[in-house]
């Protein structure tokens, strides 16, 4: 039989953080992965922004990290995605997510991104970006946002001054 799925995304189940990878039907999984299929992109964008944040990575480890070792990888399968207490953002922030979720794909796509430093750092800006906006989206506090992210990069009065 022949089934078409065009966007997902593919987690990878063994690694040291959570690696989500949106695809638009371009890839084969191994079976050492977990695939979230939709209907709907947009969301489909979304929850990759989320799994691929500081926050949900910190939530996973402090969660699985006794439980799910082998190694130095964090198993991660569907049951575990299952627990994840995602937010479902509102129209602005979902957009926002999204639209850095696509930056990052667009750069992502481009042959010399493996070495083209000024695009790599665009990338990890963007990732910046949408962690500061999770942090946001789930109510943190600065304190806690350092518990998460020693390195963060704002002051206290620009995160508490920061609107999504």
């Keep these: 039989f022949k089934q078409t799925i065009s966007s997902k995304i593919v987690i990878a189940n063994m690694t040291r953080e959570i690696e989500a990878y949106y695809d638009e039907g371009k890839c084969l999984a191994a079976k050492s992965t977990t695939i979230i299929c939709g209907d709907d992109d947009k969301k ?26 082998s190694g130095e990888a964090l198993g991660f399968g569907a049951n575990e995605v299952g627990t994840i207490p995602f937010v479902f ?8 997510i999204i639209n850095l979720v696509d930056n990052i ?9 493996d070495i083209n430093k000024e695009k790599q750092n665009a990338v990890k800006e963007y990732e910046n970006q949408i962690d500061v906006l999770v942090y946001k989206l789930y109510d ?25």
């Design 89 to 96: 953002a509102q129209t602005p922030e979902l957009t926002k």
């Design 140 to 164: 943190l506090t600065y304190d806690e946002v350092l518990v998460i992210d020693k390195a963060f990069s704002l002051s206290e009065e620009q995160y508490n001054n920061y609107n999504i």
């Design 44 to 69: 489909l964008k979304y929850l990759t922004g989320l799994l691929n944040s500081k926050l949900i990575s910190w939530w996973y480890q402090i969660n699985y990290n006794s439980l799910k070792m």
């Design 105 to 113: 794909l667009n750069l992502n796509s481009n042959s010399d991104i």
